[in-house]
């Protein structure tokens, strides 16, 4: 059986600091993934999730183990992301493909899925409809945005958003809610039958 986050914790505050890589092993992807999607840059992307990892082992000790080590490692990389967005006024494209487990560090993105037989034009009209998306994703504010990645995209309940973004599971749902509305807004008049 594998070990939890907090044991691993554990091990490396009682001296075994090596095992702090299996941390990162098992976290790297969705923070590199998160960072990339609030900066739309690959390489701020790495450094914001290689300094988000460093500050981690650095405050390992106040770690508060009742929380979800996931939840903390967000939040870390969130504070990070935004410091680096107001000081660089970054606010890009985000593509929506999360990195494929079986691409091993590989920067490939997982392929949407395309119908059998689906003609060319329909192709297109979903390219089409993706790209108006990301933009769309792209053009939210901050806090609308982060909620609905950490909701929609990277899959976590309300209640580790909640924790880790330091607000209600209700501004939680509300955020997610105002994102999705806008979304709508904005796209429903060129895709009718996707967003109405």
Do not use: C
Not at 156 to 168: A, F, M, Q, W, Y
Request: zero cysteines; proline letters at 5%.
């Amino acid at each position: 059986m594998d070990e939890t986050d907090t044991e691993i914790v554990d091990r490396v505050l009682s001296g075994e600091t090596d095992a702090f890589e299996q941390l990162v092993n098992r976290h790297q992807r969705l923070l590199y993934d998160l960072s990339f999607r609030l900066t739309g840059d690959a390489a701020e992307a790495e450094d914001i999730a290689q300094a988000a990892f460093i500050k981690m082992f650095s405050n390992l000790s106040s770690y508060k183990k009742e929380l979800a080590f996931k939840n903390w490692a967000y939040t870390i990389t969130l504070n990070i992301a935004r410091n680096r967005l107001k000081r660089k006024a970054l606010l890009r494209f985000l593509p929506l493909g999360i990195f494929s487990p079986a691409n091993d560090g590989e920067d490939a993105r997982v392929q949407e899925p395309v119908e059998a037989g689906s003609s060319p034009d329909a192709r297109l009209a979903a390219k089409d409809m993706r790209s108006s998306l990301e933009s769309a994703i792209s053009a939210l504010p901050e806090e609308l945005k982060t909620s609905f990645v950490l909701y929609h995209l990277h899959k976590n309940p309300v209640k580790d958003i909640s924790e880790t973004l330091g607000i209600s599971p209700n501004a939680v749902n509300i955020r997610v809610f105002k994102a999705r509305e806008r979304l709508a807004k904005e796209l429903g008049p060129k895709y009718p039958e996707q967003f109405n």
